[in-house]
Nanobody
């Protein structure tokens, strides 16, 4: 079993930055692919970014490419999402997830509770 806890969300002005963290418990973190998803009010949850178990392969949604960076520290059982040049349309609840593949369309087996990110214009 893997438990995920997100942190780092908050209110920021457009153009600002935030760094989200996701701390994982469980023995198998270093063998799991990890991802970030988000859900805005009235919209479906969407893929944001993912990273392979070894940190080598990363994927990004087109809407965040060049602005967001995903990384992981397996020694700390933690992944990060550095978000720069934030836009109001980035406002959403951001969820951390763990699974067997970092493909954007892969199923993820474990999910965190989410952290709110609000970007004001």
């Amino acid at each position: 079993q893997v438990q995920l806890v997100e942190s780092g969300g908050g209110l920021v002005q457009a153009g600002g930055s935030l760094r989200l963290s996701c701390a994982a418990s469980g023995r198998f973190f270093s063998s799991l692919a990890m991802g970030w998803f988000r859900q805005a009010p009235g919209k479906e949850r969407e893929f944001v970014s993912s990273v392979s178990w070894n940190g080598i392969t990363t994927n990004y949604a087109d809407s965040v490419k060049g602005r967001f960076t995903i990384s992981r520290d397996n020694a700390k059982n933690t992944i990060y999402l550095q978000m720069n040049s934030l836009k109001p349309e980035d406002t959403a609840i951001y969820y951390c997830a763990a699974g067997r593949s970092s493909r954007p369309d892969a199923p993820y087996d474990y999910w965190g509770q989410g952290t709110q990110v609000t970007v004001s214009s």
